[in-house]
């Protein structure tokens, strides 16, 4: 039976839902506290980097269509060998970090709601308690259907459009004024901080071989995907900064969207904003933890990772236990600085990749490669302005970001070492397709699935 084709409405449904889930809510309060009145270019500058990194996945994608997504463009462009091998595994870790956040932020609101204020105990038992949850969903194949997530993206962003609607008619623009900027650099890295906020256009990247008509709707998808939410983005954090002094913003940082309702809404906005931001961490745990788990088999398939990540359990994978177990002691051991940057130091490396992998590749996709590399500077360079800055104003916020690369780089040597004394040969012939088919065969990810 012939699989159903998705149209351009649900390839931009899942763009924005990965874009808008849990990102927004967590990191709003911490670019407002870094930028205070210039927060809204700081999330138009995340923003132009994933509109420019959008045109190599729009390149990359019509070329490569699989399932793989990003995971086939980097073995395309370098192969599967130890470079490819880190950086699936810095990925797959970036989804870790990214579950974290999600659930760190879902423990923000769970507390602020239940008891006023964030409280610590609280705040990390409802964190660690939702991840458990949703892992338990997914073993037992119980995640949500695609229909049920098109009607959590449009629950979450008629809230959000509401909220940035109404909360227009009250803003002070005083709040605004440059003289309430932070200096531009300071603004540049609450930007990047929050850049995670965006790494969820790729996921279209996945859809690209059961999209309808690709040459037309894949870079529609794309591009509105990630335009529509830059507005999004910037309509809210002017509202928030509009509605909230800075030493407000500052206090309630990890819930600052649900405060930043009640000057229009009262009290009723801050418990509307509360729930919808507990509906739509949850909703992001959920995919994550089903995209973590699926990622992490992908890469297991092509030897990068043990096999208990393949290995079936229920309806899931060993491998989502192992993910879950990794993003409850970040959640619970690093704070909210810690995570974002971590989260965005990663896909701000794997995107700068991708660039280059366009720039590699442009016989292949067609691409100007004047963009691709720009796009690859780019990304490049803000990683690098961003642990700049942290390190000289704030370096013990770039433990999750050290801790992480350096597990991820440590893993890669010592599994390639221990990869090498089994006998390889046997290994993929018996039990698994052969490395240096994956980069020839633009099914791979496909076959694997079905099996």
């Given at each position: 039976m012939q699989k159903k084709k998705i149209g351009f409405l649900e390839a931009f449904s899942i763009g924005v839902g990965?874009?808008?889930?849990?990102?927004?809510?967590?990191?709003?309060?911490?670019?407002?506290?870094?930028?205070?009145?210039?927060?809204?270019?700081?999330?138009?500058?995340?923003?132009?980097?994933?509109?420019?990194?959008?045109?190599?996945?729009?390149?990359?994608?019509?070329?490569?269509p699989s399932?793989?997504?990003?995971?086939e463009f980097i073995v395309r462009a370098f192969g599967n060998g130890l470079f490819s091998s880190f950086?699936?595994?810095?990925?797959?870790?970036?989804?870790?970090?990214?579950?974290?956040?999600?659930?760190?932020?879902?423990?923000?609101?769970?507390?602020?709601?239940?008891?006023?204020?964030?409280?610590?105990?609280?705040?990390k038992t409802l964190s660690v308690s939702v991840i458990a949850l949703f892992t338990m969903i997914n073993l037992l194949g119980a995640f949500l259907t695609g229909k049920a997530e098109d009607y959590m993206v449009f629950l979450k962003i008629a809230i959000l459009?509401?909220?940035?609607?109404?909360?227009?008619?009250?803003?002070?623009?005083?709040?605004?004024?440059?003289?309430?900027?932070?200096?531009?650099?300071?603004?540049?890295?609450?930007?990047?901080?929050i850049f995670l906020a965006y790494e969820g256009f790729e996921l279209i990247a996945n859809t690209a071989r059961d999209i309808e008509n690709p040459r037309k709707n894949l870079p529609r998808a794309y591009y509105s995907a990630v335009i529509f939410v830059i507005l999004l983005y910037i309509t809210i954090a002017v509202v928030a900064v509009g509605n909230?002094?800075?030493?407000?913003?500052?206090?309630?940082?990890?819930?600052?969207?649900?405060?930043?309702?009640?000057?229009?809404?009262?009290?009723?906005?801050?418990?509307?904003?509360?729930?919808?931001?507990?509906?739509?961490?949850?909703?992001?745990?959920?995919?994550?933890?089903?995209?973590?788990?699926?990622?992490?088999?992908?890469?297991?398939?092509?030897?990068?990772l043990p096999e208990s990540f393949e290995e079936k359990i229920k309806n899931g994978y060993k491998g989502m236990l192992i993910i879950a177990f990794f993003s409850m002691i970040f959640t619970t051991l690093f704070n909210l600085d810690n995570i974002s940057i971590a989260g965005s130091i990663g896909f701000l490396i794997v995107f700068?990749?991708?660039?280059?992998?366009?720039?590699?590749?442009?016989?292949?996709?067609?691409?100007?490669?004047?963009?691709?590399?720009?796009?690859?500077?780019?990304?490049?360079?803000?990683?690098?302005?961003?642990?700049?800055?942290?390190?000289?104003?704030?370096?013990?916020?770039?433990?999750?970001?050290?801790?992480?690369?350096?597990?991820?780089?440590?893993?890669?040597?010592?599994?390639?070492?221990?990869?090498?004394?089994q006998d390889i040969l046997s290994l993929f012939v018996d039990k698994r397709l052969h490395k240096d088919e994956v980069a020839k065969d633009t099914m791979i990810y496909e076959d694997i699935v079905e099996k």
């Open positions: 990965g874009m808008v889930g849990g990102g927004i809510f967590a990191v709003l309060g911490l670019t407002i506290t870094l930028a205070r009145g210039a927060a809204p270019i700081a999330f138009a500058i995340a923003g132009f980097i994933a509109l420019v990194t959008v045109y190599s996945y729009v390149k990359l994608s019509l070329r490569y399932a793989g997504g990003t995971i950086i699936n595994v810095l990925m797959l870790v970036s989804y870790i970090i990214m579950l974290a956040l999600y659930a760190y932020a879902f423990g923000s609101y769970g507390s602020a709601l239940i008891l006023g204020h964030d409280v610590s105990w609280l705040h459009l509401v909220f940035a609607g109404v909360g227009f008619l009250t803003i002070d623009p005083s709040h605004l004024a440059v003289h309430e900027w932070m200096p531009m650099l300071s603004v540049a890295s609450g930007g990047l901080i909230l002094t800075f030493q407000e913003a500052k206090t309630a940082q990890d819930y600052v969207l649900a405060k930043a309702a009640e000057p229009f809404f009262g009290e009723a906005g801050f418990i509307l904003i509360g729930v919808a931001a507990l509906l739509s961490t949850a909703s992001a745990i959920n995919a994550t933890i089903y995209g973590g788990g699926r990622t992490s088999y992908l890469i297991a398939k092509l030897g990068e700068a990749l991708v660039n280059l992998a366009n720039f590699l590749l442009y016989k292949e996709t067609g691409a100007n490669r004047f963009i691709a590399g720009f796009g690859a500077l780019l990304c490049t360079s803000a990683t690098f302005i961003l642990i700049g800055y942290n390190a000289l104003h704030s370096p013990q916020s770039l433990q999750t970001s050290g801790i992480a690369i350096g597990m991820v780089f440590l893993f890669t040597l010592f599994y390639a070492h221990f990869k090498k004394r």
